[in-house]
Nanobody, 120 residues
Framework: QLQASGGGLVQPGGSLRLSCAASGSIFSINVMDWYRQAPGKQRELVAGITKRGSTNYADSVKGRFTISRDNAKNAVYLQMNSLKPEDTAVYYC????????????????WGQGTQVTVSS
């Protein structure tokens, strides 16, 4: 189970740090992603990070957001700076993982989402 946290209400130009942690024993996590979904819009990829630390970002957040992971804690973080009203959305973490060595394939698991509201 994935638990996302750290959302809230922030003024434009402010910062927030989102966290996502996994409970239970996990054999291997491949890619960790952050997605977001604004009202009336499709869910979109915000940032992703591989097991080796390679990252990718949506153009709209490049230079403002930073994704990082702690493999020992099975956790992923999203540092969001210079927030804009258009960043308002529910943010979801997604892990591509194998729970046990018996799992042949990596499978996607989603967290429950955390609301980020950027408003003055």
């Amino acid at each position: 189970q994935l638990q996302a946290s750290g959302g809230g209400l922030v003024q434009p130009g402010g910062s927030l740090r989102l966290s996502c942690a996994a409970s239970g024993s996990i054999f291997s996590i491949n890619v960790m992603d952050w997605y977001r979904q604004a009202p009336g819009k499709q869910r979109e990829l915000v940032a992703g990070i591989t097991k080796r630390g390679s990252t990718n970002y949506a153009d709209s957040v490049k230079g403002r957001f930073t994704i990082s992971r702690d493999n020992a804690k099975n956790a992923v973080y999203l540092q969001m700076n210079s927030l804009k009203p258009e960043d308002t959305a529910v943010y979801y973490c997604k892990y591509n993982l194998r729970y046990s060595s018996g799992d042949y394939y990596y499978t996607d698991y989603w967290g429950q989402g955390t609301q980020v509201t950027v408003s003055s």
